[in-house]
T-cell receptor
Framework: AQSVAQPEDQVNVAEGNPLTVKCTYS??????LFWYVQYPNRGLQFLLK??????LVKGSYGFEAEFNKSQTSFHLKKPSALVSDSALYFC?????????????FGIGTKLQVIP | DAGITQSPRYKITETGRQVTLMCHQT?????MFWYRQDLGHGLRLIYY???????DKGEVPDGYVVSRSKTENFPLTLESATRSQTSVYFC????????????FGQGTRLTVV
């Protein structure tokens, strides 16, 4: 069975500092990987995805993520955090052979950017 | 308005009552999904639909019923609400099953007392 682990319930970072939100995954075949962001009282918004190709994926709002097949990781990064980045971040995975109904979400990591 | 909308945004109901959560999308996406979001569990799939009149169970379907008579609507019904169904419910859609990302509604916060 596929799974996603987000090992940190919360990540605190000072404004202007780089941020990393960790994600590791397990899937039987090749993965599609996603990051979504949820602002308070809002639905999830798509940030970025890895399908194939370059291991460094760039997404919305200056975020990027690095796919590491050997470590089965897909960590979310941003060079300089903003207070407005404070939100709940979800990593998700599915096997490339499965449909979207086969997506597995992590439990989420709360990012707190401190002014 | 274009997009995917859920109603109501907030609902309080009593144990044993039937309650229906509505989801409407304007993109004519084929696939629609219902998730529940609980602390410590992330998002879990309740039901999904591939097209009008085609629905299937997800990870946690017990206690829920869905229907899809029109492409744009995908209501979720709790036939006899229980306290364990207190949660935030999200509807989502994608153009096809193979499409890579989904589009989410704003959620319905349901409290069963």
């Amino acid at each position: 069975a596929q799974s996603v682990a987000q090992p940190e319930d919360q990540v605190n970072v000072a404004e202007g500092n780089p941020l990393t939100v960790k994600c590791t995954y397990s899937v039987s075949g090749n993965p599609y990987l996603f990051w979504y962001v949820q602002y308070p009282n809002r639905g999830l918004q798509f940030l970025l995805k890895y399908i194939t190709g370059d291991n460094l994926v760039k997404g919305s709002y200056g975020f990027e993520a690095e796919f590491n097949k050997s470590q089965t990781s897909f960590h979310l990064k941003k060079p300089s955090a903003l207070v407005s980045d404070s939100a709940l971040y979800f990593c998700a995975v599915r096997d490339v052979s499965g449909g979207y109904q086969k997506v597995t979400f992590g439990i989420g990591t709360k990012l707190q950017v401190i002014p | 308005d274009a997009g995917i909308t859920q109603s109501p945004r907030y609902k309080i109901t009593e144990t044993g009552r039937q309650v229906t959560l509505m989801c409407h999308q304007t993109w004519s996406h084929s696939y629609m999904f219902w998730y529940r979001q609980d602390l410590g569990h992330g998002l879990r799939l309740i039901y999904y639909s591939a097209a009008a009149d085609i629905t299937d169970k997800g990870e946690v379907p017990d206690g829920y019923v869905v229907s899809r008579s029109k492409t744009e609507n995908f209501p979720l019904t709790l036939e006899s609400a229980t306290r364990s169904q207190t949660s935030v419910y999200f509807c989502a859609s994608t153009p096809t099953s193979r499409y890579t990302e989904a589009f989410f509604g704003q959620g319905t916060r349901l409290t069963v007392v």
